[in-house]
């Protein structure tokens, strides 16, 4: 006991230079204006949702674990995902180039001819050009580059291509941003056989092609005619409904459904089997509210695309339901007769899904006991059941070993395929081409039950499937990063250099310092990570994703070890701030001008008057005054000067800016706040900025979507808040946690914010509550603080002093040194034992599984999990482990319910010289700081992050490697 105590006294007075790291973006790690949530993008779907971690195919592609393609004898291509269409692939490499290979009709693989291809050749683009997301359906292909601008390519003849003229385009090709709000870019997409939706980040959705059946949803009047470029859905229901995600039917009828951020699903465009969802048979021309049966309140997390002429979603509780087409049992309720509203799955028993993929006809689930279930079309083996026949509810698939996803073609005979648990893939269901891939000759017509493929090696591990869309070819990434495909590969489809058909999977071929820090930071766009270090002599280095200049050398181009930033000014830093991929310093400079901004510029987060990249630091235009606090959303800057006025700049339609404009600038602009001191400066979740005055009350300002402002407004009419305003009956913040060790007073999930009080320490939130971030039992939206209550084994009258949230899910440090958890938890967050469906949403704040004898002292959060520093100066984490980012040294990368020690065998945190000052998680990494100036970073490192000196996750700390240039 006698060394927790002295644990305790060393840890608490260590006075932390990031007491507010959360505030300032970098403790959360979750919140950002992109949407984008998670490193996962789609594998041979017709859509790519970076929001989502689900695939419209019920496949997920880990971008993080990077694509090694052998391109020579000397030389490779590292790959980030892939993606597929009617028999051509098109892949991203780390180097934002996108390659494309097989058939090439329509101009699909973006070379410039349309001359199939049976190696991958180089999309033609300018060089500048370099993009980040990659998706492609059909004929189409689309990619959105570093400067969030979406290109289009191939089949464009109903006006996929975006741009306006209704044509095939051979090279990627500009989407008009014309009727889209200034600022806005797509953060999701997803491609139909002749028409193209997306989710802006205003998180509403913009359709262009073919309106044949009313499917573009913008009214009655342009029915028939085709939309060439992105425009608005149209809709009295939907105009104050923010979306997370929008899915296009790829085969059969044209409709769009997407789905609302409160759980609602709306539809649109052709009817006739009940597809709308709506209690009715008929075509739609405008977004309309999907009815669930007997009036049930649901509230839906995952959408699955359409399947021929008809839909299924995932409920919160892990239930299916589905309307529309039903002749083939596609409802999977009992019968065979078309329905018009939701209605519930016929779930099998004590099993709930975690996932969905249909086909033409076809449903597939993999449950939450890793069992793979099939209903609907089964007259090729579809349903991997050993029969031909066709089911009207869910029947179990005979595979032998605990399943984690699977694949589908949306053909109407489809192909099928899994992957287990230990990394092997099976496939089953239409096979004329060999895309069973089970090495049989002549080719197996039908696999009624799953068959592994016939790989070489048989020690691989795969990760992730992709099947084109007529069910011809499969391609599969091993753990090791390379690509195998079988099947029809006539179009030069398989990438191997032949033009023939295989059932044999086939590789694919292409031709140091020492000074104590300041602080460290991370940018907050999720798939592109960079962190920076500040030092107090002057230097800052960087390192991971460095295209739009993050990395600040002068260079464009990612780097996997720390560089140094080229600054002139060797002035101490006092305060760093990232932003999506921004970074600015502040230093000590008494006059002249302090703030140093590089990277992304294009809405003015440079604050140097341009609105342009810039690989190298550019001074910040305040002359007259010093900053002493940076703090960054997505694509805004905010800066507290030494006088108390707060001045922001960059991205600022949400009212980030505070000025009570509500526009972008490139200068800073002071926020309308007169005769105000602030002592503070605090960021929110999205694009929400939080101030504490001299008086102690705390002020807000930005989006206000959810009533995270505080202010007790939460009316459509203020979902933009432009001018600060008083959060709650002048709710006051502590401002002082030092007396239990410089913890965190606020902070913010993306749409929520939870503060400890004053005087009395207890806990208030306020914002998104549906799923329980407000912690007072409700699960519901509050404009003004709410005090969280004692859930389960919780003292109800317990003080806090120090707290982290991260994603939707809070955990706070009591006065009794025991850590509470409140939110969402269904991968372990609550750190309670308990996941999946029984830790999904907390209304009350419950107590973590404490390891014996260990007290806690401090917090921190990231995308998915936690970590906390106990008194004896050991780290333990807890939720979400896929990228290592628990940090335990196991290769399972498995979930933990329950605190786990993070392994010191290359860093020693018990060493008493050199206490934990600071953890920094952002996406799947973290990085702890030290009281003597050491980084240890782990978990995802396939952009740099982790600063490993490799592209690969990490799954225990190791010490970062420093060099100069």
């Not at 807000?700 to 979507?705: D, K, P, Q």
Request: glycine share 14%.
């Amino acid at each position: 006991m006698n060394k927790i105590k002295n644990g305790l006294v060393k840890l608490f007075a260590v006075i932390s230079f990031i007491s507010l790291l959360l505030l300032s973006g970098c403790n959360s790690g979750t919140s950002s204006s992109t949407g984008f949530t998670n490193s996962n993008s789609v594998v041979g779907s017709n859509s790519y949702n970076s929001s989502s971690v689900s695939s419209d195919l019920g496949t997920i592609a880990n971008s993080e674990l990077a694509i090694g393609i052998k391109t020579s004898a000397n030389s490779s291509v590292i790959f980030k995902s892939i993606s597929s269409g009617i028999n051509s692939f098109c892949a991203l490499d780390s180097s934002g180039h996108v390659w494309c290979w097989g058939n090439n009709s329509a101009g699909q693989l973006g070379n410039g001819s349309k001359t199939n291809e049976s190696f991958p050749t180089q999309v033609s683009i300018d060089s500048s050009i370099n993009f980040k997301y990659l998706v492609g359906f059909n004929y189409s292909y689309c990619a959105i580059d570093t400067n969030n601008q979406l290109y289009c390519w191939g089949g464009g003849g109903s006006g996929q291509i975006g741009d306006g003229s209704g044509k095939d385009a051979a090279v990627p090709t500009k989407v008009s941003t014309q009727n889209l709000p200034w600022g806005v870019y797509f953060k999701s997409i997803s491609i139909g056989a002749s028409n193209i939706c997306g989710v802006g980040s205003d998180s509403m959705v913009y359709c262009w092609g073919s309106n044949q059946y009313g499917q573009v949803g913008i009214g009655d009047a342009t029915v028939g005619q085709n939309i060439l470029i992105p425009t608005p859905i149209v809709s009295k229901q939907v105009l104050d409904s923010r979306f997370t995600e929008v899915k296009i039917n790829y085969y059969g009828s044209a409709f769009v459904c997407a789905l609302s951020i409160n759980g609602d699903i709306y539809c649109w465009g052709y009817g006739g089997h009940g597809e709308i969802g709506n209690g009715y048979n008929n075509n739609v021309y405008i977004p309309t509210l999907v009815k669930v049966k007997d009036q049930v309140d649901v509230e839906f997390a995952h959408l699955a695309p359409g399947m021929g002429n008809g839909s299924c979603a995932i409920t919160t509780a892990g239930n299916a339901y589905c309307w529309g087409y039903n002749q083939s049992g596609e409802g999977a309720n009992g019968s065979y007769s078309n329905t018009n509203v939701a209605t519930p799955v016929n779930m099998p028993s004590a099993e709930t899904f975690v996932s969905i993929t249909t086909s033409t006809n076809t449903a597939c689930a993999v449950t939450n006991k890793n069992n793979s279930y099939c209903w609907g079309y089964g007259e090729s083996g579809e349903l991997g059941n050993g029969n031909t026949s066709k089911s009207n509810q869910p029947v179990k698939t005979l595979s032998t070993t605990a399943i984690t996803s699977i694949s589908s073609s949306y053909y109407i005979t489809a192909t099928l395929c899994e992957i287990d648990v230990n990394g092997k893939v099976y496939c089953w269901g239409y096979g004329v081409t060999g895309s069973i891939g089970n090495g049989a000759y002549p080719f197996e017509s039908v696999a009624s039950k799953p068959e592994s493929i016939a790989i070489v090696d048989q020690t691989k591990k795969f990760t992730q499937v992709a099947i084109t869309g007529n069910s011809s070819t499969v391609c599969a990434v091993d753990s090791l990063g390379e690509i195998y495909c079988w099947g029809s590969g006539m179009e030069g489809q398989l990438g191997g250099g032949v033009y023939q058909n295989t059932s044999i999977p086939t590789l694919v071929r292409m031709d140091g310092i020492s000074p104590k820090i300041t602080k460290l930071v991370a940018t907050r766009n999720l798939y592109a990570n960079t962190f920076c270090a500040a030092y107090n002599i002057g230097k800052a280095y960087c390192w991971g994703y460095g295209k739009n200049g993050e990395i600040g050398n002068g260079s464009n181009s990612n780097q996997y070890v720390a560089k140094l930033v080229s600054l002139t000014d060797d002035s101490n830093i006092i305060d760093i701030a990232a932003a999506d991929d921004t970074i600015c310093i502040a230093n000590n400079k008494s006059s002249g001008g302090n703030a140093y901004c590089w990277g992304y510029g294009a809405n003015g987060q440079l604050g140097n008057g341009d609105i342009k990249n810039s690989n190298t630091p550019k001074q910040v235009l305040l002359f007259n005054d010093v900053f002493t606090k940076l703090v960054a959303t997505s694509e805004t800057f905010c800066g507290l000067v030494s006088s108390g006025t707060i001045y922001c700049w960059g991205h600022g339609e949400h009212g980030e800016i505070g000025d009570g404009n509500g526009v972008s600038t490139s200068i800073p602009k002071p926020i309308n706040a007169s005769g105000i001191k602030f002592t503070s400066l605090m960021v929110g979740g999205t694009d929400t900025f939080c101030a504490n005055s001299t008086g102690g009350v705390l002020y807000c300002w930005g989006y206000n979507g959810s009533g995270q402002v505080g202010s007790g407004s939460s009316s459509s009419s203020s979902s933009i808040i432009k001018s600060p305003e008083k959060v709650g009956n002048n709710f006051k913040l502590i401002t002082n946690l030092s007396l239990f060790g410089g913890g965190s007073a606020l902070t913010a999930t993306d749409g929520n914010f939870c503060g400890i009080t004053s005087p009395s320490y207890y806990v208030s939130c306020w914002g998104l509550g549906v799923k329980g971030q407000i912690g007072n039992g409700s699960y519901t939206n509050q404009s003004l603080p709410q005090q969280a209550k004692a859930g389960p084994g919780a003292f109800s009258g317990m003080t806090f002093f120090d707290i982290a949230g991260g994603e939707s899910s809070i955990c706070a440090v009591g006065g009794d040194y025991h850590i509470y958890c409140w939110g969402y938890g269904s991968q372990g967050q609550m750190g309670n034992g308990t996941s999946g469906n029984a830790a999904e949403k907390n209304s009350l704040y419950l107590p973590v599984n404490m390891p014996a004898n260990v007290l806690f002292g401090r917090v921190y959060s990231n995308i998915g999990s936690f970590c906390a520093v106990s008194t004896d100066n050991l780290i333990y984490c807890w939720g979400n482990g896929a990228d290592g980012q628990l940090g335990n040294g196991s290769s399972s990368s498995a979930n933990a319910t329950v605190p786990t020690m993070v392994s010191y065998a290359n860093a020693d945190f018990s060493n008493d010289a050199a206490d934990i000052t600071a953890i920094v998680g952002v996406s799947s990494t973290y990085c702890a700081l030290n009281s003597v100036g050491n980084i240890y970073c782990w978990g995802y490192g396939l952009n740099g992050e982790n600063a490993a000196g490799s592209y690969k996750n990490t799954t225990q700390p190791t010490p970062i490697s420093v060099v100069n240039i």
